[in-house]
T-cell receptor
Framework: DVKVTQSSRYLVKRTGEKVFLECVQD?????MFWYRQDPGLGLRLIYF???????EKGDIPEGYSVSREKKERFSLILESASTNQTSMYLC???????????FGPGTRLTVT | GIQVEQSPPDLILQEGANSTLRCNFS?????LQWFHQNPWGQLINLFY???GTKQNGRLSATTVATERYSLLYISSSQTTDSGVYFC?????????????FGEGTQLTVNP
């Protein structure tokens, strides 16, 4: 079975802190994705990566950066957390484009 | 980009009832997935079904790609089926293809 894990289920940070969200997949997938989910706005793609050290902006990249130094790990970075980044963050991976995406359990981030 | 519409937005059932959820999409796609979001927020894969019909226990799905819709059938519903069901589609592009999600169907199954 594919397994996608995220470093924290719940996280509380203060405004201005640098925040790291980690995602690890164990199926040698090429592609990894970060989404955020907000009530009324659905799931929105933040960044994705098709290969190590490669990244592409999704629909809402402002205020975020990413890092993919190893194939199995994709990190989302909030350089200076703000209250409007309070959200549910979901990581996903897939073998290749248009193949099945698998999601991690999510991280509920609260920025106070 | 591709538009994805799910219906109904909300559905309330009694345990044991059957239901059909619909997903319409605006362009041809290479990937279509159905997910169930559990109460803890995780998206659980139900079906990867860009075309054809699949069944898994009480759940089945059919995608008619030429008519741009997919249906998810839930039979003999149980309270544990409650949650939000999402349809998501993807069209292959030379770069940057990604899943586009519908707004979901909120299903409540009462005992």
């Amino acid at each position: 079975d594919v397994k996608v894990t995220q470093s924290s289920r719940y996280l509380v940070k203060r405004t201005g802190e640098k925040v790291f969200l980690e995602c690890v997949q164990d199926m040698d997938h090429e592609n990894m994705f970060w989404y955020r989910q907000d009530p009324g706005l659905g799931l929105r793609l933040i960044y994705f990566s098709y290969d190590v050290k490669m990244k592409e902006k999704g629909d809402i990249p402002e205020g975020y950066s990413v890092s993919r130094e190893k194939k199995e790990r994709f990190s989302l970075i909030l350089e200076s957390a703000s209250t409007n980044q309070t959200s549910m963050y979901l990581c996903a991976s897939s073998f290749s484009p248009v193949r099945e995406q698998y999601f991690g359990p999510g991280t509920r981030l609260t920025v106070t | 980009g591709i538009q994805v519409e799910q219906s109904p937005p909300d559905l309330i059932l009694q345990e044991g009832a059957n239901s059909t959820l619909r997903c319409n999409f605006s362009d041809s796609v290479n990937n279509l997935q159905w997910f169930h979001q559990n109460p803890w927020g995780q998206l659980i894969n139900l079906f990867y079904i860009p075309s054809g019909t699949k069944q898994n226990g009480r759940l089945s799905a059919t995608t008619v790609a030429t008519e741009r819709y997919s249906l998810l059938y839930i039979s003999s519903s149980q309270t544990t089926d409650s949650g939000v069901y999402f349809c998501a589609v993807e069209r292959l592009k030379t770069s940057g293809s990604r899943l586009t999600f519908g707004e979901g169907t909120q299903l409540t199954v009462n005992p």
